[in-house]
């Protein structure tokens, strides 16, 4: 091989290397955090159709919510269901969403942003339910779901977001000796369209300063 030729193989792996180069650090813009830290908390509110098994059968109801969270990590939860044969219920709970930081902190992030928000949304949530009856009724609320971002600017209007999730209501007060009845052991399956909005904090003077934008 020719002193010309192997400068060219030179030159053209060099080429080579720093076109994937250039393309892997284009894929990990940005900290991972998607604008949690300038806005650390957060209010969302939402509504939207859902519908609750009775004896098999579906009942159509609405349900209505409203979440405040801290940097999408933790919060708490009051949300209402309003059906015509389900009845009412008023849950309040809190919401917790352990694969931010799971993720986030191990660097696991796919670096697009709509599936990592999707990820990082999974939540649960525990809590008291009462049900609107008139006979002072609690049960015990447990739910879990996620969120499919639509819009997202970076504002105080944080975005619109589309969840869908299920909460299993059981306020039978003798489930340990008799079999739950229908009407008070209920699966709900729903879905809000979520307006989300932002407030600053100081959640980024926490923050270490190699992701702290200057």
Known sequence: MTRGARRGVIVGSILVL?????SSSAQRTGDGL????????????????GATWLDRKADPNVVGEARFL????????????????????????????PLFPALFFL??????????LMLQSIFFEIGPAFALDG??????????????????PL????????????????????????QPTSDRS??????TFVVRLGFRSNLSRWEPDRYRQR
């Open 70 to 97: 801290v940097a999408d990590v933790a919060g708490l939860v009051l949300s209402g269901r309003w059906g015509p044969d389900s009845g009412q219920h008023l849950f309040v709970g809190v919401d917790l969403r």
């Open 107 to 116: 660097y696991k992030q796919t670096w697009n942003e709509f599936v990592d």
């Open 34 to 49: 998607y604008g949690r830290w300038d806005r650390g908390l957060t209010l969302a509110l939402g509504a939207g159709p």
């Open 155 to 178: 504002t105080t209007l944080r975005g619109l977001w589309l969840r869908i999730a299920a909460r299993h209501v059981n306020s039978d007060p003798s489930f340990r000796n008799t």
């Open 18 to 22: 720093s076109s994937f180069a250039a």
């Open 186 to 191: 209920q699966w709900t399956l729903y879905t």
């Open 135 to 152: 006979e002072r009724t609690t049960g015990l609320g447990i739910g879990f779901g996620f969120g499919l971002p639509l819009y997202r």
